[in-house]
């Protein structure tokens, strides 16, 4: 399996614009997780998907956020308009099913900049 | 709730000196705890996980953590430091009833000397 897919790898974008962000899962993974790594906060959940369904979405951030799945091989968070505090790595993870004792799987990430 | 903290944000051994990362956890219920390591642009990648088992976890390239109850705490250790060790090491914590998401720690960065 290749592994966790994202794309773009790199984004460099100018405030008020859109972005989209998009992940390809492990065949056969049940949840998908996006997460966003800053220096300041760390990884941070903002949303998951058990079964292409959104679970949990109380970690994205405002309304300029949002996520799809709509099947289960492939996500999209997309930022509009996306906001220089923006600027960070959003990695998309998946795992078998919703069991806490699975290990995530993740992406290589997307590095967004927002200028 | 669930919550991790690292102590020490960058760690600096020598090559060949003992690597300790510190890993504390607070949880409501039992815990499910895991070590996870990201390299330069790269993204997170498991090194061990304990789910109620074995206290003393093995991991990949020679790492071990072993979940101490009493002192709610889930260390990082490896014997001999490698060049190739320098990452980023996140610890993580879970419930291990029901379903809850991974909450991680802010992670420690650990360089390696010569």
């Known amino acids: 399996d290749a592994g966790v897919i994202q794309s773009p790898r790199h984004e460099v974008t100018e405030m008020g614009q859109e972005v989209t962000l998009r992940c390809k899962p492990i065949s056969g993974h049940n949840s998908l997780f996006w997460y966003r790594q800053t220096m300041m906060r760390g990884l941070e959940l903002l949303i998951y998907?058990?079964?292409?369904?959104?679970?949990?979405d109380s970690g994205m951030p405002e309304d300029r956020f949002s996520a799809k799945m709509p099947n289960a091989s492939f996500s999209t968070l997309k930022i509009q308009p996306s906001e220089p505090r923006d600027s960070a790595v959003y990695f998309c993870a998946s795992s078998p099913n919703r069991s806490g004792a699975n290990v995530l799987t993740f992406g290589a990430g997307s590095r967004l900049t927002v200028l | 709730a669930q919550s991790v903290t690292q102590l020490g944000s960058h760690v600096s051994v020598s090559e060949g000196a003992l690597v300790l990362l510190r890993c504390n956890y607070s949880s409501s219920v039992p815990p499910y705890l895991f070590w996870y390591v990201q390299y330069p642009n790269q993204g997170l990648q498991l090194l061990l996980k304990y789910t109620s088992a074995a206290t003393l976890v093995k991991g990949i390239n020679g790492f071990e953590a072993e979940f101490k109850k009493s002192e709610t705490s889930f260390h990082l250790t490896k014997p001999s430091a490698h060049m190739s060790d320098a990452a980023e090491y996140f610890c993580a914590v879970t419930q291990n009833s029901g379903y809850s998401t991974l909450t991680f720690g802010k992670g420690t960065m650990l360089l390696v000397s010569p």
């Open positions: 998907f058990n079964n292409n369904v959104p679970i949990d």
